[in-house]
């Protein structure tokens, strides 16, 4: 009953011998990088703790709520970063790495699946991204903005391929981790916070208690906007009232999207990957402009309930819920597709095509309502498509 979001059958199991190889930092020939610049920019990643004037609900003391965000930038001043300024930097932090596959739905033999998990942290700890380290932050500073949300538990990571892919089109993508929810978040100074308690309890709650975190998690993106419109995000200074800003987001940060689009009149649209909605997404009318990608059980029963406000729904063929994740790409680039990566996780669908539908897709829909960019592009199937089924398309009523 829960197919989209809890993974708790957390398999720690890492022998010794495999901490060890975590560990080792040395720079083997085997390394992979993670493509993700699908379009013109470079792309400059910088992380940036956001210290919030809100008590921290889910921390295990009481303390003021901190954040961090990870900020995916276009190089946009040149569209070449010369070699010498292309960092190849670690895919993520090896605790982040663990903490990761913990959240891996087990294949229902536990004994396999941790067999997988330990398999899988090495081979993960050689794919590496690019960083342009040349880029001006604040050339980018007038870019349209767009949060991004993680999946319950997950964090910025995992989302590269889709984060990176925006920003190399000259958005400047702020993927937002939430701590003490998230499975790591790594700050700035290198102290990490683990999901807490309170929100392992949350989560047991069902939908009550997930809505609960949505909420936080809501809150926690007008923290952003806030800390952003105070200058507090460096290259970000000015006003929020002069960007353009949507949201997107896979599973709940996918529903987080569209809960923060709703409460937040400084959102003007959100895309929901694959997320259930939770809470007032789910009980409310959405009227802001919604992208709807995937096909969760609930989603024909929410469609035919909110049947106002710009809405398209598509679905790409042969995805799972984790293809909306990097697992595809790396599961390729490792050769691991279908052996320690299950195809339960990726789908069948081709790595790089189900990047470039993403890419086009979330491009399209920001371009339109960001930039003002019209086009019939969601009204109908797309010939250049077959392998994206389009659903449904509704205009707002007047
Ligand atoms: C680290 O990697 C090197 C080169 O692959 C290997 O020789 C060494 O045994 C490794 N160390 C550990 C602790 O795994
Ligand atoms: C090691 O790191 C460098 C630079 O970070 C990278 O270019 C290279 O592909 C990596 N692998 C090897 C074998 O040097
Ligand atoms: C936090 O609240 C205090 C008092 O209300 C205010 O002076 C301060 O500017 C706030 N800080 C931030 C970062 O919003
Ligand atoms: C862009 O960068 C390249 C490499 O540093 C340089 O050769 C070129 O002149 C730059 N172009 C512009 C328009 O600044
Ligand atoms: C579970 O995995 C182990 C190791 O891969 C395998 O030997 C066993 O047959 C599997 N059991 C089931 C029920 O799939
Ligand atoms: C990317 O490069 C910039 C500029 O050198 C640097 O400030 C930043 O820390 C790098 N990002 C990561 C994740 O290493
Ligand atoms: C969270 O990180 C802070 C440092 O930023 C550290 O002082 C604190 O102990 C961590 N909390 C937990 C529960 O690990
Ligand atoms: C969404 O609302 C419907 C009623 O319209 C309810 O049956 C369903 O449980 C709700 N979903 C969630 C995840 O709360
Ligand atoms: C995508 O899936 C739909 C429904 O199963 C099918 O009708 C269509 O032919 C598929 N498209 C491609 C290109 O396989």
């Not at 460096?234 to 599973?251: C, D, F, V, W």
């Not at 049947?307 to 799972?320: A, L, P, R, S």
């Not at 829909?365 to 498509?385: C, H, S, V, W």
Request: with cysteine.
């Amino acid at each position: 009953m829960w197919p989209h979001f809890v993974f708790l059958a957390a398999v720690l199991l890492l022998l010794q011998t495999q901490l060890a190889a975590a560990a080792n930092q040395t720079n083997t020939t085997n390394d992979v990088l993670l493509t993700s610049q699908l379009g013109p920019y470079p792309v400059t990643i910088n992380s940036y703790e956001v210290k919030t004037n809100r008590t921290d609900p889910l921390a295990p003391t009481h303390q003021l709520r901190n954040l961090v965000v990870t900020v995916y930038r276009p190089a946009s001043k040149n569209l070449t970063c010369p070699t010498q300024d292309q960092d190849r930097i670690p895919y993520a932090r090896p605790e982040v790495l663990k903490a990761l596959l913990g959240l891996l739905p087990s294949s229902g033999n536990s004994s396999s699946a941790a067999n997988e998990d330990t398999a899988l942290l090495p081979a993960l700890e050689r794919v590496q991204i690019a960083n342009c380290t040349a880029s001006d932050l604040s050339a980018s500073s007038k870019n349209p903005i767009l949060l991004f949300g993680p999946g319950l538990r997950a964090t910025h990571d995992v989302y590269t391929t889709i984060t990176m892919a925006s920003a190399s089109f000259g958005y400047t993508v702020i993927a937002i981790d939430h701590t003490y929810e998230s499975a790591a978040v790594v700050f700035p100074d290198g102290s990490v916070n683990y999901t807490s308690p309170t929100t392992f309890k949350l989560i047991q709650e069902g939908h009550k208690g997930i809505a609960t975190i949505q909420d936080i998690r809501t809150a926690d993106v007008a923290s952003v906007l806030d800390a952003m419109e105070k200058g507090q995000i460096p290259g970000l200074e000015r006003g929020t009232n002069e960007k353009q800003i949507a949201m997107y987001g896979h599973s709940l940060g996918g529903s987080t999207a569209t809960n923060a689009a709703l409460m937040d009149n400084r959102i003007k649209a959100s895309i929901n990957l694959d997320g259930t909605f939770f809470g007032a997404p789910n009980e409310t009318i959405v009227h802001k402009p919604l992208l709807m990608v995937g096909y969760p059980t609930d989603w024909p029963n929410f469609y035919a309930n909110h049947d106002d406000g710009w809405k398209t729904w598509v679905q790409i063929n042969n995805t799972e819920h984790y293809s909306y994740t990097d697992l595809p790409l790396i599961a390729d680039l490792l050769n691991l597709r279908g052996k320690a990566i299950p195809l339960s996780l990726t789908g069948t669908i081709n790595s790089q095509r189900l990047q470039a539908i993403i890419s086009s897709y979330t491009n399209h829909f920001f371009d339109f309502f960001l930039r003002g960019e019209k086009t019939n592009f969601f009204q109908g199937p797309r010939a250049n498509y077959p392998d994206v089924q389009f659903i449904a398309h509704s205009q707002p009523k007047d």
